[in-house]
């Protein structure tokens, strides 16, 4: 389920000189179909279903009531807005951990992509700026315990894991376990706002979450959360908002060149397999990268015909557990990519 999230997340362009990778060992082999173009690979393969809900339907929220624009929906606040449960100058979050290693709870993890309002462009250096309660459903006010902030990288993407948060009575009912968001893209008003997560039997009743149109709609809020297979809750949202972003040259760039089509296993603890398609005959490469946009390992980089390949990632040992991208280029495009999560 994750993996077919983030195939609706696209991989901006990387500095690659001035990065460092390890890189211990890859293989690359042509797979048996033979086709002659983008078409007929999608109609022969698996991913033909796949391509064509690849347009994300994004969930994200407004700062005011606005339709769509180019088929995605901008960013709306939330009903009850900031809460009286907000601290001024929250600490930077160190290594994406939000909540402490000891913190009681289910532990989750929250990422995604900030994007211009018409979804062509990321927006890196975005502040966004979280907190939420704690398992019992309370909040540090004294301190800064659940609370902090990160910025987007070049790509404009964020992550950060935390626990799942408790709930608290709001007057005779339950609020709905949530996580408050400040986002301020680089010279743009702060949006502030507040998610949700799917099958929370408090969701119907609550003032804010329950609001389904006008300029406080949550629909797009509430999101699902996935097991990752070690305990941890993974759920993805991306952010919408106005802002001065970087190209990412959409454009169905994917389906017009080539695409990561699956990564497996994953999570994974020796090697991981990709499995990709080129559609026209061109340069293709292969990389994977680190949560900062550095590059870790350069798996494949040579002209293919168009067909459908697979490669295979072993870390050195010296690359340490966590969340890695596999990044596919196009005649030096990026055009693809999709999220990992290493553990040793």
């Given at each position: 389920m994750l993996a077919e999230l983030f195939l609706r997340v696209w991989y901006g362009n990387s500095n690659l000189s001035s990065t460092i990778g390890y890189f211990s060992k890859y293989q690359s082999k042509a797979m048996s179909d033979t086709n002659t173009g983008r078409r007929k690979f999608l109609k022969n393969s698996s991913i033909a279903a796949?391509?064509?809900?690849?347009?994300?339907?994004?969930?994200?929220?407004?700062?005011?009531?606005?339709?769509?624009?180019?088929?995605c929906n901008p960013t709306t606040l939330d009903y009850y807005g900031e809460g009286?449960?907000?601290t001024q100058n929250p600490p930077d979050i160190v290594n994406n951990q939000l909540a402490g290693a000891t913190e009681a709870g289910t532990r989750i993890s929250i990422s995604g992509v900030v994007r211009t309002l018409d979804c062509t462009e990321v927006i890196p250096n975005t502040i966004v700026d979280v907190w939420h309660a704690n398992d019992p459903g309370q909040y540090d006010n004294s301190g800064f315990n659940l609370?902090?902030?990160?910025?987007?990288?070049?790509?404009?993407?964020?992550?950060?894991?935390?626990?799942?948060?408790?709930?608290?009575?709001?007057?005779?009912?339950?609020?709905?376990?949530?996580?408050?968001?400040?986002?301020?893209?680089?010279?743009?008003?702060?949006?502030?706002?507040?998610?949700?997560?799917?099958?929370?039997?408090?969701l119907a009743s609550d003032p804010a979450s329950s609001i389904t149109s006008g300029n406080f709609n949550?629909?797009?809020?509430?999101?699902?959360?996935?097991?990752?297979?070690?305990?941890?809750?993974?759920?993805?949202?991306?952010?919408?908002?106005?802002?001065?972003?970087?190209?990412?040259?959409?454009?169905?760039?994917?389906?017009?060149?080539?695409?990561?089509?699956?990564?497996?296993?994953?999570?994974?603890?020796?090697?991981?397999?990709?499995?990709?398609?080129?559609?026209?005959?061109?340069?293709?490469?292969?990389?994977?990268?680190?949560?900062?946009?550095?590059?870790?390992?350069?798996?494949?980089?040579?002209?293919?015909?168009?067909?459908?390949?697979?490669?295979?990632?072993?870390?050195?040992?010296?690359?340490?557990?966590?969340h890695y991208f596999v990044?596919?280029?196009?005649n030096d495009m990026q055009v693809h990519y999709q999220k990992t999560l290493l553990v040793r």
């Open positions: 796949l391509a064509t809900g690849i347009i994300p339907a994004f969930a994200v929220a407004t700062k005011a009531a606005q339709p769509a624009i180019g088929g009286p449960f907000y609370r902090g902030k990160m910025t987007s990288n070049e790509q404009g993407f964020y992550l950060f894991e935390t626990i799942y948060p408790g709930k608290y009575l709001n007057g005779s009912v339950y609020r709905p376990a949530h996580i408050h968001f400040k986002i301020t893209p680089p010279g743009f008003p702060t949006i502030t706002t507040q998610l949700y997560f799917e099958g929370d039997q408090d949550a629909s797009d809020r509430i999101i699902s959360l996935t097991d990752n297979g070690l305990g941890t809750l993974e759920g993805t949202w991306d952010i919408i908002v106005d802002g001065d972003g970087v190209s990412t040259g959409m454009d169905d760039i994917h389906l017009n060149n080539g695409m990561i089509y699956e990564v497996a296993p994953n999570p994974y603890s020796e090697e991981v397999n990709i499995r990709y398609g080129v559609f026209k005959k061109s340069k293709a490469t292969l990389s994977v990268f680190d949560l900062n946009g550095k590059l870790v390992a350069e798996l494949s980089e040579e002209q293919l015909n168009p067909d459908k390949y697979t490669a295979t990632w072993q870390p050195d040992a010296s690359i340490p557990s966590g990044s596919l280029k196009i």
